[in-house]
């Protein structure tokens, strides 16, 4: 499967990006889909993730409540909702695709094969 982030840029502390993935290329509801990002110098990072239905959902604490995940698997395309940007969410975000038949999504970043070119998301204070 190949995935294409798209919709990150430079916003003020307090302000909200919503950033998509388009997926292409294989079925994408087989697909368990999860966000990470990489702030400079630090490894990439599990940010949230969502069951190939959309029915479970998994965050990371410091985006819990502030951040969405959803998907429209009609559109092939997964989506993050961020509100309340803070400078700390400043990072180079990816999607990635885990290719699961049963389980609940992963946030372990080795457990997906599949992954998109990162987009930027720069929160100024």
């Known amino acids: 499967v190949q995935l294409q982030a798209s919709g990150g840029g430079l916003v003020q502390a307090g302000g909200s990006l919503r950033l998509s993935c388009a997926a292409s290329?294989?079925?994408?509801?087989?697909?368990?889909m999860g966000w990470f990002r990489q702030a400079p110098g630090k490894e990439r990072a599990f940010v949230a993730a969502?069951?190939?239905?959309?029915?479970?959902?998994s965050y990371a604490d410091p985006v819990k409540g502030r951040f969405t995940i959803s998907r429209d698997n009609a559109k092939n395309t997964v989506y993050l909702q961020m509100n309340s940007l803070k400078p700390e969410d400043t990072a180079v975000y990816s999607c990635?695709?885990?290719?699961?038949?049963?389980?609940?999504?992963?946030?372990?970043?080795?457990?997906?094969?599949?992954w998109g070119l990162g987009t930027l998301v720069t929160v100024s204070s």
């Open positions: 290329g294989r079925t994408f509801s087989n697909f368990n």
């Open positions: 969502i069951s190939r239905s959309g029915g479970i959902n």
């Open positions: 990635a695709a885990e290719e699961l038949l049963l389980g609940s999504p992963s946030r372990n970043v080795d457990r997906y094969k599949y």
